[in-house]
């Protein structure tokens, strides 16, 4: 019996699961709740085991659905990888490359890629998004952009697959006549409170709900990387940068390097590359992305 089973009864124990009841599984699977219900009695049936409670208003994974969901996900993006896998090696190399970068990334390592493909892929148009936050992971996610370099945004979907890419040194800078700069050493988070932190927001609602860095209750949040560095030099308020976006103004003095206490001397943003599980980078893609490797 165990031979019978199907990708398909896994994909939707997989939806049910997640989804939290089997009417929103059929919605997100497109079938009737029907289906989906009896499909999920056949692959039990198949496994000889319940993955499902029935008992209460909406079903709930036994423990043996539990342990199960953790091997059928490792099924279903095993399956996603060897077909996309077989279709990278179909299609050969990309009609187009279109990658979306987060804003944070250094522009030096992303013309030295862009000159790489334009050596080794004349003929292969390229096409860059430059965004923050949900903005890079948008576009990747459907399908407009085979390739995102994210970092900004932490929590990366389930839909895509993330390889380590380089750690980006961040800092905490204000402008020299701000309040904040005045403080010698670690200054305490209660100062930090008291003073408008500028923060990148989110122009998409991936990140709806979440904050990342954000110590202030008293936050600007500004769309524009630009915007924010111009409001740090003006003294408008105090908040995070890549260093290499700084260093002109920390050499020149028009911005200075400030601490929070608790938090450790140096601190890195992890970059990833994003691309979905069912379409791989093609060899355009990983040769661009291999210079973006190196800072």
Not at 54 to 83: C, I, W
Not at 175 to 194: D, R, T, V
Request: glycine share 8%; aromatic share 6%; proline share 6%.
């Amino acid at each position: 019996m165990l031979d019978a089973v199907t990708l398909d009864q896994l994909r939707t124990f997989i939806a049910a699961a997640e989804e939290g009841s089997f009417s929103a599984a059929g919605r997100k699977l497109r079938r009737a709740q029907s289906v989906v219900s009896q499909t999920l009695l056949n692959l039990e049936a198949q496994l000889g085991v319940t993955l499902f409670d029935r008992s209460e208003r909406y079903p709930k994974l036994t423990e043996a659905g539990v342990a199960l969901l953790v091997e059928a996900h490792s099924v279903a993006n095993q399956m996603d990888g060897f077909k996309a896998r077989a279709r990278s090696m179909k299609e050969g190399l990309e009609p187009e490359l279109s990658v979306a970068i987060d804003v944070m990334y250094p522009m030096e390592g992303l013309t030295r890629a862009a000159g790489h493909c334009r050596e080794f892929f004349p003929n292969t148009p390229l096409r860059i998004y430059v965004e923050a936050l949900g903005g890079v992971i948008k576009p990747v996610l459907d399908g407009a952009c085979r390739i995102g370099i994210v970092g900004s945004l932490p929590a990366i979907p389930d839909e895509l697959a993330s390889e380590p890419l380089i750690d980006l040194p961040m800092v905490t800078v204000v402008a020299p006549s701000h309040p904040l700069a005045a403080h010698k050493g670690a200054i305490s988070s209660k100062y930090f409170e008291k003073q408008v932190q500028l923060v990148l927001t989110d122009r998409t609602s991936l990140s709806e709900g979440r904050t990342f860095g954000v110590v202030s209750p008293l936050t600007w949040r500004l769309a524009d990387l630009g915007a924010k560095h111009a409001f740090l030099c003006a003294g408008l308020g105090w908040g995070h940068m890549p260093e290499h976006m700084v260093e002109k103004e920390l050499d020149t003095g028009a911005l200075v390097k400030i601490k929070i206490q608790g938090l450790p001397r140096e601190v890195f943003l992890p970059m990833h590359v994003v691309y979905r599980k069912d379409a791989l980078p093609g060899p355009a893609g990983r040769a661009f992305v291999s210079q973006l490797r190196f800072r």
